[in-house]
């Protein structure tokens, strides 16, 4: 889709406000026109004929005009610019939400600050499209159009040897314009850069700090900084550029016009009125052109900021199909599952074969880096397989209905994911719909209602970013009530203990158990009484299943596992 194609689609929802605002640019138009026409009567009239008596009318004539295209003006800005503001409203839910919509491997490839650049910055961008580009097209292209045909009736010949200099400021204005969009486009990529590496040391400020880092991360951000301020003044340069050349020729302009305009008085072939006509007029129409040339580059620059919204909302969405499961009765089963990350082609995991009962606890173990995680996100399609299927009471994920799917999965895992709310609202992220005692009884499940208790305001306490006024067993005490209060049939549990102390771990195991109860569990665990007490074990080593079996079958037949499982004790 060419730009105006994509300019009318974006604005075709607010089109009542945009219209009603070219109506108001065209009025606006008339009347810049009627005063430079009112010029001549003025001078020739007035002070040429001497007919003072109009004197006392011509100024009030002349301030009601100005008047009246100051209110039409305020008029037509202010629905484009609502009509701009309401765009940038409505872009950032629209990306917001394709965001949520995108497959969890996106977010592995694409980095925060990249998101976050295009649903901010790249989505207030267009809001000069409306209160600057349609804006100056649609007032100023009539009132050049209104202001040349009055040159044109006072003296054609004078007129033409003005507009002989238009086509030198739209040759200019194009190829200037280009570059900004150039420029804009590499300046918002730095800019993005510079937002990653804002989110990266704020989350990672006590890595920072304790490796004592903070002029290097101060060093780095100047560099990438200034980087942004090169391109940054490249296109302001740009733009400068463009201004000057259009005030150039504005200057050119009015100069002919007084040199070959002034000479015509002298030889009686036009009227000082039609002179002083003409010079308003051939100065209102250069100061439209310069309106017009700015919002040229405008346009430039929103194109760049167009092109990667557009490419954002090019990702497709997970796929998601129509068979609703309504609940897990069975078994969830892997055959021939194989997965490569997409790009790669050494695959993770490789022809898996595995049933899952219900009911059945299974302890997944393995060297670190063999696709453990990977297994467990298969089972609410965060991964898809590259090969095989994952079918659950006989039914293939890839035909579920996702929201049906992860309805039934609760997951704790060792990177705990809390939001800057309440504790109350934290825990019910996992049923938005929980009362106030599902919520309490949930935390009591979890052991954490004692220590919620000695929160400054208890369940109404703000957290902080990522839960940072929380300790990590607290943290991870919330995650398990928010699952606890959602209460799914299957559960997995990610190391959710591995990077606890020994007494917050005694608690959280303690909770963790009290979780497990008559549920479905996958469990990655390091912990060696969750390892003996599942049902069974499954070894993975080099993206294969190796063995199968309980702890105590394990431990008499599979050196790996022995290995694995000493390692363990020791830990």
């Known amino acids: 889709m060419n730009i105006t194609g994509k300019i009318i689609k974006l604005a075709k929802p607010y089109w009542h406000r945009v219209l009603t605002g070219i109506v108001l640019s065209l009025m606006v138009s008339g009347i810049t026109a009627a005063i430079a026409w009112a010029v001549k009567p003025a001078l020739d ?291 021939n599952v194989s997965f490569a990350y997409p790009g790669r082609q050494a695959s993770v995991l490789k022809e898996l074969n595995l049933e899952i009962k219900h009911g059945e606890v299974i302890a997944v173990v393995g060297p670190s880096g063999v696709g453990k995680s990977t297994l467990v996100d298969m089972i609410p399609a965060f991964n898809k397989p590259s090969k095989g299927k994952i079918t659950i009471d006989g039914t293939d994920i890839n035909e579920l209905d996702l929201r049906s799917l992860r309805e039934l999965i609760g997951i704790v895992s060792q990177e705990i994911i809390l939001f800057n709310d309440t504790v109350k609202e934290n825990i019910a992220f996992g049923r938005h719909n929980a009362t106030k005692e599902e919520i309490i009884e949930a935390a009591q499940l979890a052991f954490a209602d004692d220590f919620i208790q000695e929160l400054p305001e208890k369940y109404d306490t703000v957290i902080g970013e990522r839960g940072l006024k929380l300790s990590g067993g607290q943290k991870q005490r919330l995650a398990i009530a928010r699952a606890v209060l959602k209460n799914p049939p299957i559960l997995i549990l990610d190391e959710a203990t591995s990077s606890l102390d020994s007494v917050s771990e005694a608690l959280v195991q303690k909770a963790l158990e009290k979780l497990m109860k008559g549920r479905t569990t996958i469990v990655i665990a390091h912990r060696l009484s969750t390892i003996k007490n599942a049902d069974r074990i499954v070894i993975l080593d080099k993206g294969k299943i190796i063995d199968i079996g309980s702890h105590e079958q394990l431990m008499s037949r599979n050196e790996t596992y022995m290995k694995l499982y000493n390692a363990f004790a020791l830990s």
């Open 45 to 335: 009239e007035i002070f040429t004929d001497k007919k003072y008596e109009y004197l006392k009318f011509f100024p009030a004539a002349i301030f009601i005009l100005f008047a009246l295209k100051g209110i039409l003006n305020f008029g037509q800005s202010y629905l484009m610019k609502s009509a701009g503001m309401k765009l940038v409203r409505d872009m950032r839910n629209k990306l917001y939400n394709h965001v949520l919509s995108l497959p969890v491997g996106y977010f592995t490839k694409e980095s925060s600050g990249v998101i976050i650049s295009r649903i901010m910055y790249d989505a207030e961008m267009l809001r000069g499209l409306m209160s600057d580009v349609i804006k100056a097209f649609v007032l100023e292209v009539p009132t050049i159009l209104f202001l040349m045909g009055l040159a044109c009736y006072r003296s054609w010949s004078l007129t033409l040897m003005i507009l002989a200099l238009l086509p030198l400021i739209a040759y200019s204005t194009r190829k200037i314009g280009k570059s900004v969009k150039k420029r804009r486009k590499e300046s918002q990529r730095k800019l993005s850069f510079l937002t990653q590496k804002i989110s990266e040391s704020i989350l990672g400020i006590r890595i920072i700090k304790v490796f004592n880092r903070e002029i290097t991360k101060s060093n780095n951000f100047t560099d990438e900084n200034q980087r942004y301020y090169r391109e940054m003044l490249r296109v302001e340069r740009f733009k400068e550029v463009a201004k000057l050349i259009i005030e150039i020729a504005t200057g050119l302009g009015i100069a002919v016009v007084l040199w070959y305009g002034g000479n015509m008085v002298v030889k009686n072939t036009i009227t000082p009125g039609d002179f002083a006509s003409i010079i308003v007029a051939i100065y209102m129409i250069f100061s439209p052109t310069r309106k017009i040339g700015e919002a040229y580059t405008t346009l430039q620059e929103t194109r760049a900021s167009i092109e990667r919204v557009d490419t954002l909302l090019d990702i497709a969405p997970e796929e998601s199909r129509n068979i609703k499961l309504e609940n897990f009765k069975d078994s969830i089963n892997f055959t």
